[in-house]
């Protein structure tokens, strides 16, 4: 009897017993693995459960059959939502902090999500969840790193202040942890000085995806540009990548 395999988001997704027949292909660079997300995305009939610590909808399609409907992922997502399936993902959000690059890029993506679901069409089923990891440090490391989180937020709040006042809303919009961390004078935003802010030292680090309960793609890859190589690895030796991804196929609900 084949054990049962249980693939966890931030809650329990779906429970599944191997087939003994699986087809599993592997991938070592995302030039093999994101065609074939691509393909599965457009395969799907009914649902999708995902979850990705970084999942960037600007990156581009390479699938040919990716490709015929446009030309990134917010294409192929919108495309996917119109026609009836049900798009559940858990995206990993960071400490607003200690990574605000990588914070306001989870919430631009959100964005983007949604802005995706409303032109599929009102019969969009898109479930999203920015999930921050529930490891929150303790008083003691919070009092002894503020020093460091002061400079670190008088850092990010200059460089608020220094943008016109359009891009200056665009960015809090997308930084919505910075945004309790600080008090606007003279409508400029600047650290709250005596507030001990919360610190989030990990994150959510799944890569996976599970069709229709019968497929899952699964391993260390995330969706962007940064992560994109292929077998030859003909980029500069700092923007070179790879990293296990499967695709395992032909599962029965247990």
Known sequence: MQPAISVMCVQPCVQFTPDPTADVEVFVTAAEAYPALERAFLAARSDIQAGFRVFDLK???????????????????????????AIRMVLSDFDPVA????????????????????????????????????????????????????????????WLRRQIDAHRLAALREMPGVRGML??????????????????????????????????????????????DTPDHRLPGHET???????????QHK
């Open 59 to 85: 990156t581009r399609l390479r699938s040919p059959e990716g490709l015929a409907i446009g030309r990134t992922w917010f294409d192929l997502l919108t495309h996917t939502l119109r026609r009836g399936v």
């Open 183 to 228: 008090a606007a004078k003279d409508a400029l935003p600047r650290p709250r000085l005596w507030s001990l802010p919360p610190l989030y030292p990990a994150t959510h680090h799944q890569k996976l995806a599970v069709f229709d309960g019968e497929a899952v793609y699964i391993g260390g890859l995330d969706l962007d540009e940064r992560f994109y």
């Open 241 to 251: 990548w790879h990293d296990v991804q499967l695709m395992v196929r032909v599962y």
């Open 99 to 158: 990574r605000p690059r990588l914070h306001r890029a989870t919430w631009r993506t959100v964005r983007m999500f949604w802005a995706a679901a409303e032109l599929a069409g009102p019969g969009a089923k898109l479930t999203l969840v920015p999930s921050t990891h529930s490891a929150v440090a303790g008083l003691w490391p919070r009092v002894m790193f503020w020093p460091l989180v002061q400079s670190r937020l008088l850092r990010v709040s200059g």
